[in-house]
């Protein structure tokens, strides 16, 4: 079994940034990728980005292109969310997801493993 514990979520200005952090404990020595998702009031959970941890190959949604850095930490078995120029949009509670197997980076039923989320405001 893998635990992922999200932390870093927060409220935010517009405009600001914020780091999140998805740690991964317990049997977390072949995670293949790992994600972040989002889910809005009302909304769908979504897709963010997403990191091989092998090759470091990462993947992002459109709308956070340029804006969002997804990273890892191989010996810390940490994966990180660096979010910058954060928009009201971006309001969302964030899930660290972690599987073992290749997958399709953006489809979330391919996750095996997700954290308990971290919740982030951005005011305008």
């Known amino acids: 079994q893998v635990q992922l514990v999200e932390s870093g979520g927060r409220l935010v200005q517009a405009g600001g940034s914020l780091r999140l952090s998805c740690a991964a404990s317990?049997?977390?020595?072949?995670?293949?990728?790992t994600a972040w998702f989002r889910q809005a009031p009302g909304k769908e959970r979504e897709f963010v980005a997403a990191?091989?941890?092998?090759?470091?190959?990462?993947y992002y949604t459109d709308s956070v292109k340029g804006r969002f850095t997804i990273s890892r930490d191989n010996a810390k078995n940490t994966v990180y969310l660096q979010m910058n120029s954060l928009q009201p949009v971006d309001t969302a509670v964030y899930y660290c997801?972690?599987?073992?197997?290749?997958?399709?980076?953006?489809?979330?039923?391919?996750?095996?493993?997700w954290g308990q989320g971290t919740q982030v405001t951005v005011s305008s």
């Open positions: 990191i091989r941890w092998n090759s470091g190959t990462t």
């Open positions: 317990g049997r977390a020595d072949n995670i293949h990728t």
């Open positions: 997801a972690a599987t073992k197997a290749w997958a399709v980076p953006s489809s979330s039923v391919a996750y095996d493993y």
